[in-house]
């Protein structure tokens, strides 16, 4: 069965500072990796997805992301962080043959003024 | 606008009632996904359907039931409603039951009270 740890309930940051939000995962297969991000009142937004090649991936808003096969890892990552930055930010994963994603629980990063 | 449409925003009604949340996916994609987000339990898949079939089935209770339509909109059905069932409810679509490279499109949600 597939699996998504966010092991961080929360992430402060002040701004300008680089930011990481942590994702680790569990799945047959290779992965297809994802990170969505959920303004308040708002559904959520793709934001970078990993299906093959660079394990680099940039996205939107200047946000990237590196996959890590021997640690299953895809951490989130922004050089400087800006305060419209704060939102809560899901890891999602997909086995390759799957239907469906399974998200993980969610990091609420705060950028700080 | 990502395209989904989900209504109502907000919905209260009491326990024991039977609600209808409406999706309406976007245009050409035939997969939506209904998703629970609430406090305790983050986001849990509940059901999908792919142009009118159901496909998967997730944490989702006996109490509640969802369709597809020819038009393939979707309609999730809640009943016996208990306080428990307060949360965000997400409609979100895929253009086929493949469309990885592009994840799911997410409505903004239908946000229901149970009091």
């Known amino acids: 069965a597939q699996s998504v740890a966010q092991p961080e309930d929360q992430v402060n940051v002040a701004e300008g500072n680089p930011l990481t939000v942590k994702c680790t995962y569990s799945?047959?297969?290779?992965?297809?990796l994802f990170w969505y991000v959920q303004y308040p009142n708002r559904g959520l937004q793709f934001l970078l997805k990993y299906i093959t090649g660079d394990n680099l991936v940039k996205g939107s808003y200047g946000f990237e992301a590196e996959f890590n096969k021997s640690q299953t890892s895809f951490h989130l990552k922004k050089p400087s962080a800006l305060v419209s930055d704060s939102a809560l930010y899901f890891c999602?994963?997909?086995?390759?043959?799957?239907?469906?994603?399974?998200f993980g629980p969610g990091t609420r990063l705060s950028v700080l003024p | 606008d990502s395209g989904v449409t989900q209504t109502p925003k907000h919905l209260i009604t009491a326990t024991g009632q039977r609600v209808t949340l409406r999706c309406s996916p976007r245009?050409?994609?035939?997969?939506v996904y209904w998703y629970q987000q609430s406090l305790d339990q983050g986001l849990q898949f509940l059901i999908q359907?792919?142009?009118?079939?159901?496909?998967a089935k997730g944490n989702i209770l006996e109490r509640f039931s969802a369709q597809q339509f020819p038009d393939l909109h979707s309609e999730l059905n809640l009943s016996s409603l208990e306080l428990g069932d307060s949360a965000l409810y997400f409609c979100a679509s895929r253009a086929g039951l493949g469309g990885e490279y592009y994840g799911y499109t997410f409505g903004s949600g239908t946000r229901l009270t149970v009091v």
């Open positions: 799945v047959s297969g290779n992965p297809y």
């Open positions: 999602a994963v997909r086995a390759p043959y799957g239907q469906n994603f399974v």
């Open positions: 359907y792919y142009n009118g079939e159901e496909r």
């Open positions: 245009s050409g994609d035939l997969s």
